[in-house]
């Protein structure tokens, strides 16, 4: 089998809540067909452009906010660097004057609610997150692509290999946990550094630890923000903020001017268990309200799951001495190649393995990063990913209104909560007391996402979506 080649910063995405597969996916998918216009014709000569949602972004395409990912994406704005808060006033703005600025440069007539179909019924056979593009010029001329947003912002135009980077020649290629220990236990090198030495074949180290430290401070500073904005969500489900109000309870009052003095002020509140599960639980939620209410956060590897990571990250920096430069890219790096090992031989797509694939695969990432952070052996790490993982199987994906608010806020918090576990359990334990390798346990999510009916992978079919009946139009 031909190894695939994943970077860091493919694991690790700088976006736009509330999805991954459903807004930064097909986000970038409009950004990818923007750059075939301009090599078939200037953006001058386009007339009409329409986006056609097929399969899972057709039932929780509005949920999710899929319509206003690929209105932005043909409006040329980067997930990564567009003003959050200009995205209201842009989309209100286009419904008014039914006119798009293809690219920022060209207006033309476009309607939303006629232009951007929403296929309820119809799907495409390779992937569940299937969108189609197509434009018509001032000739007569017209084209048309077709992508498929494969999960945790990974895109693959119709016809391409569903890979991550353009294959490379690492020093260390892996598929699986077994190829990840066998250059452990050949080179002596710990996870983190083995991954590092794969990163040099794209990046230098100076830019692999400057841009996984921006990682970290994005992160960082949407755990922050998410714990000091109070208020309800938008999309019509009433949630209100949490995090807001854990926060204010936590911190008793006491004053602080910037998220470092913030984290020191949790550093210094005690070891208490109930404080220290209340903190965790705080970070989770904030980033996961931030998401739902179309905040920056990092795809960890998901959108839906982008809390897990960043919430065990911190709990690590604030009660167990993790506070430096070093040890958060370490954290880091042996996360992103759990992940990776798991979008190699399972999915990382609701769509495709249900929540199994978002929160159970967040939680084995965040388990292995904390034990090797703590300490643990590389088959210590391994194993706490795979009793990380062993304890989400079969969870299914069943938002409630198709939005990423209920269940999947709370989720994040019991991903992270799980993943403390399961590192405590690993460190404990001796490596031989496994009985389920993680490649094992890989492969038995696969098997039982194949198994899963549709209706619980990221549909709103079944489940909690089902028997919490609320119509979006009702709202």
């Known amino acids: 089998m031909p190894h695939e080649s994943i970077s860091v910063f493919d694991m690790f995405k700088i976006g736009v809540g509330p999805s991954s597969s459903h807004t930064l996916g097909p986000w970038r998918a409009a950004l990818r067909f923007l750059q075939t216009i301009q090599h078939c014709q200037p953006l001058t000569e386009v007339q ?83 969108l189609c593009f197509l434009a018509d010029f001032n000739n007569g001329e017209s084209i048309s692509e077709t992508f498929y947003s494969i999960g945790g912002g990974f895109v693959v135009k119709e016809g391409e290999l569903a890979g991550g980077k353009q294959p490379v020649d690492l020093p260390f290629p892996i598929n699986t946990a077994d190829d990840l220990l066998h250059w452990c236990m050949k080179t002596g090198l710990p996870i983190h550094e083995v991954v590092m030495e794969n990163e040099l074949s794209w990046h230098s ?119 430096n430069e070093d040890a958060i890219i370490r954290f880091l790096l042996t996360a992103s190649e759990v992940g ?75 991903g992270a909560i799980k993943a403390i576990t399961a590192s405590q359990l690993a460190l404990q334990s001796a490596p031989d007391y496994a009985k389920v390798s993680l490649d094992k346990v890989i492969k038995t999510m696969w098997d039982t996402a194949l198994d899963m009916n549709s209706k619980y992978k990221e549909t709103s079919d079944g489940g909690l979506a089902m028997n919490i009946p609320i119509s979006l139009s009702e709202c």
């Open 48 to 130: 009409r452009v329409q986006v056609l949602l097929y399969g899972s972004l057709a039932k929780t395409g509005k949920g999710h906010g899929t319509d206003i990912a690929v209105i932005l994406g043909l409006c040329g704005d980067d997930p990564v660097t567009i003003d959050v808060n200009s995205i209201t006033p842009k989309l209100n703005t286009i419904n008014t004057d039914q006119t798009i600025l293809l690219n920022n440069q060209h207006a033309f007539s476009f309607n939303p609610l006629q232009d951007v179909q929403f296929l309820f019924n119809e799907s495409l056979p390779f992937h569940p997150n299937g």
């Open 205 to 323: 180290e100076a830019f692999t630890r400057q841009g996984v430290l921006a990682i970290w401070q994005t992160m960082r500073d949407c755990i922050y923000r998410g714990c000091h904005v109070k208020g309800e969500l938008p999309g019509g489900l009433h949630v209100r903020r949490r995090a807001f109000d854990l926060n204010k309870k936590l911190t008793n009052g006491k004053a602080y001017n910037n998220v470092n003095e913030w984290i020191e002020l949790i550093r210094n509140g005690g070891q208490q268990f109930n404080y220290i599960l209340d903190w965790v639980s705080c970070f989770a939620l904030a980033v996961n309200e931030e998401n739902a209410a179309f905040g920056r956060v990092v795809t960890a590897p998901t959108n839906g799951a982008a809390g897990v990571i960043p919430a065990v990250l911190l709990y690590f920096i604030a009660f167990c001495n993790g506070n």
């Open 340 to 414: 990776s090992i798991f979008k190699k031989g399972a999915t990382i797509s609701a769509a495709m393995g249900g929540c199994q694939a978002e929160i159970g695969v967040s939680s084995a990432m965040a388990a292995a990063a904390l034990t090797e952070s703590m300490g643990g052996t590389q088959r210590q790490a391994l194993m706490a990913a795979e009793i990380a993982m062993e304890h989400h199987l079969g969870l299914t994906c069943d938002p409630i209104g198709g939005l990423v608010q209920v269940p999947c806020i709370e989720r994040n918090t019991m």
